[in-house]
C-alpha cells in the first residue's frame, strides 16, 4: 500500500531544533519520524499527549536549584552518610 505523504514547513528557534536533533538521534529517531510519532499520539488521544502548563520556577526557587547543582558540584563540601550523621555534627 502506498503512503501519501505532505510536506510541513515551519519556523523554529535553531538552538531548539539542535537540541531536539540531538535528543531524537541518541533516540534513533530523526525530527520526521519525532513529529510523526507526536502527530499519530495526539490523534490517538485526541489531545496534546502531555500536559502543558505554566508551571515555571520562580527566581527563588531557580536560585535554589542552582545552589544544589553548585553543592552535588563542589568535592569540599562535607557529605553525610544519614540524617542522624548531620544531626549530630549540628548538635555538636
Do not use: H, W
Request: proline share 3%.
Amino acid at each position: 500500500m502506498t503512503c501519501k505523504t505532505s510536506n510541513v514547513s515551519f519556523r523554529i528557534d535553531t538552538d531548539i531544533k539542535n537540541q531536539a536533533d540531538n535528543l531524537f538521534s541518541k533516540l534513533g529517531l530523526n525530527m520526521t519520524t519525532a513529529f510523526n510519532i507526536f502527530l499519530r499520539q495526539s490523534i490517538r488521544e485526541g489531545a496534546i499527549p502531555f500536559n502543558i502548563t505554566v508551571n515555571t520556577p520562580n527566581a527563588v526557587t531557580i536560585a535554589a536549584l542552582l545552589e544544589a547543582e553548585r553543592i552535588i558540584e563542589d568535592p569540599t563540601i562535607k557529605r553525610y552518610n544519614d540524617v542522624e550523621e548531620a544531626l549530630r555534627e549540628l548538635k555538636a
